[in-house]
C-alpha cells in the first residue's frame, strides 16, 4: 500500500504463468482493471513504496543466494539497481 492508500503494488504471474510482472490497482475503485508497471522476467516483489507514491523499492528474487534492489519511477520504469556491495552477490 501507498502511504496514503490510493495505490497498492503485488506481482503477479497472470500474463504468460511463469514470470512475475509488477501491477498497480486502485483500492478506492477494485472494478478498474489492475495496471501492469512492470513486465519482467523472473520473481520481482513490490516492497516499499516513496513518501510521493511515485517511486517504488522493488527486489529482483534471482535465486537463492541473489537478489537485485532497484527503485521503479511510475511511468518511467526501473532505475539503477541499488548494490549494497558491487561485485558481491547478495541475498536478503
Do not use: C, M
Request: hydrophobic residues 35%; proline residues 7%; negative net charge.
Amino acid at each position: 500500500w501507498s502511504d496514503d492508500g490510493s495505490k497498492v503494488a503485488f506481482s503477479s504471474n497472470r500474463r504468460n504463468g511463469k514470470d512475475f510482472d509488477l501491477w498497480l490497482l486502485d483500492p478506492r475503485d477494485p472494478k478498474k482493471p489492475h495496471q501492469l508497471i512492470y513486465e519482467a522476467n523472473g520473481q520481482w516483489i513490490p516492497l516499499h513504496w516513496s513518501a510521493t507514491g511515485e517511486q517504488l523499492l522493488v527486489l529482483h528474487d534471482v535465486s537463492e543466494t541473489k537478489k537485485e534492489l532497484f527503485v521503479l519511477t511510475l511511468g518511467q520504469g526501473l532505475g539503477a539497481r541499488i548494490d549494497p556491495q558491487p561485485g558481491v552477490d547478495v541475498a536478503f
